[in-house]
């Protein structure tokens, strides 16, 4: 149970890392909107970011109610994961 959360904590880690540096270009992007390299970094960021996002929902849930995929489906999925409170902690 301790490598799946040292997974878990790490592939969030990650998620939290390429918001940061998402963030932190769209600030730059503001007053330098036609740098080539910030732009393109802006977008493989967020390609990344999107690949974390659907990785951490595959395994562990939605990370936020924007992220819920709803894909193929004909129910809201975000209640039906277990509440913080309701996963076991070991």
Known sequence: MEEC??????????????????????????????????ISLHSQYAGKLDMLNKKYEE????????????????SWAWSKEPWPWERSVN
């Open 59 to 74: 395994l562990y849930g939605p990370l936020t109610i924007n992220f819920t995929s709803q894909e193929n489906s004909n």
């Open 5 to 38: 959360n040292n997974d878990k904590n790490s592939l969030q880690r990650e998620i939290m890392s390429y918001n940061f540096a998402i963030n932190d270009l769209v600030l730059y992007l503001d007053t330098h909107p036609n740098d080539i390299r910030a």
